[in-house]
Nanobody, 123 residues
Framework: VHMVESGGGLVQPGGSLRLSCAASGYPYSTYAMAWFRQGPGKERVGIASIDKDGSLTYAPSVRGRFTVSWDGAESTLHLQMNSLRPEDTDMYYC??????????????????WGQGTQVTVSS
């Protein structure tokens, strides 16, 4: 399984970024995909997911500001991030798993991970 994130960078507070995760070689016919983020010395935290039934889940910290989507034609997961705050500064990772998680966002549910892309929100 090959997963590559892109789109991270430096943005001012209140700005927007769009992350992408190109996925290939996944072994499941149906699956869930998610975005996680992790700061130095902190646990990896789930922030948004699309489960195999199309249901969307968002962490309270990003609900209303971030939007997760899947482009099946391009096999690419996106995360549109608006109204960014300094506390959104983290390394962002995409992940893939077999799905059927009923809204759970635990990292232990996902088996395959990208290498991460850094997002820094600062003036």
């Amino acid at each position: 399984v090959h997963m590559v994130e892109s789109g991270g960078g430096l943005v001012q507070p209140g700005g927007s970024l769009r992350l992408s995760c190109a996925a290939s070689g996944y072994p499941y016919s149906t699956y869930a995909m998610a975005w996680f983020r992790q700061g130095p010395g902190k646990e990896r935290v789930g922030i948004a997911s699309i489960d195999k039934d199309g249901s969307l889940t968002y962490a309270p910290s990003v609900r209303g500001r971030f939007t997760v989507s899947w482009d099946g034609a391009e096999s690419t997961l996106h995360l549109q991030m608006n109204s960014l705050r300094p506390e959104d500064t983290d390394m962002y990772y995409c992940a893939l798993g077999p799905g059927g998680y009923y809204g759970a966002l635990g990292p232990n549910l996902y088996r395959y991970w990208g290498q991460g892309t850094q997002v820094t929100v600062s003036s």
